[in-house]
């Protein structure tokens, strides 16, 4: 099959409009969630409800609107892995980390080391995708990458 047929066929898919919105982080302190994406990351806290036992947010990076985190917190939740090496993270099943782009990573990492943000590792290059990576963690596990172009 040809890649223009796949989008000509994707042209008649009913999802191919799909758009990413949110990913959504279960926390177990909702507080103290929204205010370490507020204080540590600098976001803005867009939206907040509640939903049964739990407390809900979208939060969003600085000057970013078009893909937000879904924070939902309280209630019983489980203990979340605690990751210190990349290398080991990659073993596990499921949804691994988030990544955003920045303009220098380097600049970025010694920012979030100076907010005293968890660092999972060392910033490094991938050039099979022209990229320079680093990763740090919340305080609750998850992860997230940061991204600059290096071609």
Known sequence: ?????????????????????????????YEAAKNWYVEKLGFRVLQEWPFGDMNLAYVA???????????????EASEAPQYEDLGSSLRQPGHHHLCWNVNNVDEAIAYLAAQGVTLVGEPFEVEAIHRRLAFFADPWGNLFELAQATA
């Open 61 to 75: 990076p600085p000057h970013d609107d078009s893909f937000v985190i879904e924070l939902i917190g309280d209630g």
């Open 1 to 29: 099959m040809s890649d223009l047929t796949l989008r000509q066929d994707a042209a008649a898919n009913p999802i191919a409009s799909i758009r990413g919105h949110h990913i959504a982080i279960r926390v177990p302190d």
